[in-house]
């Protein structure tokens, strides 16, 4: 049984630049979500995924979309990039929504300069 | 809204010593808790979890036990190991919402 994977594992990109960050989800599991973990901090949820629908949203903006595709695969896409940006990005899917127990996938080390 | 509070840390053992930390909830409903770890360059790993009051939660030495009456999840192993050392997550869930609830993560450093 495959984990939760996810690329790229660490991304440089400067400020007001575009980003996809991708995640593969456990085998059987319909749901993705993604939390951002800044330094020295828990992760924070931005939203998820369940069956190529939003289905909830944190307290981010818009500029922080996402996607999830037949295969329940998902990406986090950020526009208009901010220092404050800088951070792990996990991704963690789970059997269905509404289920307490999420895996996670290794994160995506993002700096933004 | 629904939080989590834990002790800061980080917190520094030597290997055999007796591990406490402490996790305190507020939250709306009947949450479900939960302790992740985060081993240095990896991702979240569940450790334990219980989903209603009075359960103990246990994995690989790790005890916690669900107090409604004090909202508490404190974290416990009689002795711990040096590859014990990694960050330590409180999180929580409730049946109404999806998405997870962390606190801020307490640092563990277990010296041989």
């Known amino acids: 049984e495959t984990g939760v994977t996810q690329s790229p594992t660490h991304l440089i990109k400067t400020r007001g630049q575009q980003v996809t960050l991708r995640c593969s989800s456990q085998s059987g599991h319909n749901t993705v979500s993604w939390y951002q973990q800044a330094l020295g901090q828990g992760p924070q949820f931005i939203f998820q995924y369940y069956r190529e629908e939003e289905n909830g949203r944190g307290n981010f903006p818009p500029r922080f979309s996402g996607l999830q595709f037949p295969n329940y695969s998902s990406e986090l896409n950020v526009n208009a990039l901010e220092l404050d940006d800088s951070a792990l990005y996990l991704c963690?899917?789970?059997?269905?929504?509404?289920?307490?127990?999420?895996?996670f996938g290794p994160g995506t080390r993002l700096t933004v300069t | 809204g629904n939080s989590v509070t834990q002790m800061e840390g980080p917190v520094t053992l030597s290997e055999e010593a007796f591990l406490t930390i402490n996790c305190t909830y507020t939250?709306?409903?009947?949450?479900?808790l939960f302790w992740y770890v985060q081993y240095p360059g990896e991702g979240l790993q569940l450790l334990l979890k219980a989903t209603k009051a009075d359960d103990k939660g246990s994995n690989k030495g790790f005890e916690a036990t669900y107090r409604k009456e004090t909202t508490s999840f404190h974290l416990e192993k009689g002795s711990v190991q040096v590859s014990d050392s990694a960050v330590y997550f409180c999180a929580l869930s409730t049946g109404g919402e999806d998405k997870i609830i962390f606190g801020k993560g307490t640092r563990l450093h277990i010296l041989p």
């Open positions: 939250a709306t409903g009947y949450p479900s």
């Open positions: 963690a899917s789970s059997i269905t929504t509404g289920s307490y127990e999420q895996y």
